[in-house]
Nanobody, 121 residues
Framework: QVQLVESGGGLVQAGGSLRLSCAAS????????AGWYRQAPGKQRELVAD???????NYAESVKGRFTISRDTAKNTIDLQMNTLKPEDTAVYYC???????????????WGQGTQVTVSS
């Protein structure tokens, strides 16, 4: 099995920054697409950012220019650098990483436990 552990969440004032990390462990040969979702109370979960094996990235319009997703395939981790945070960024953030346990094996999606990000005005 693959487990993802998230870290880096917390309380920050508007305009501040946080860096979220997501570390995968277990039977991992390689990682594929990965990204971050977030969900605020009473709102639908939304994709914040993702990154595909070729290195291309995608961002929600609301975070474009402020957030940056990155990956370290050697360490099986992904990060989300969040700058110029706004109160509307307050949510629980969940990471996912697609992994394969062996060459040519099927991709399996694992999810982090979620980390709270709170931005005060």
């Amino acid at each position: 099995q693959v487990q993802l552990v998230e870290s880096g969440g917390g309380l920050v004032q508007a305009g501040g920054s946080l860096r979220l990390s997501c570390a995968a462990s277990g039977s991992i040969f390689s990682i594929g697409a990965a990204g971050w979702y977030r969900q605020a109370p009473g709102k639908q979960r939304e994709l914040v950012a993702d990154i595909i094996p070729g290195g291309s990235t995608n961002y929600a319009e609301s975070v474009k220019g402020r957030f940056t997703i990155s990956r370290d395939t050697a360490k099986n981790t992904i990060d989300l650098q969040m700058n110029t945070l706004k109160p509307e960024d307050t949510a629980v953030y969940y990471c996912y990483i697609k992994t394969r346990s062996a060459p040519a094996s099927s991709l399996y999606t694992s999810w982090g436990q979620g980390t709270q990000v709170t931005v005060s005005s």
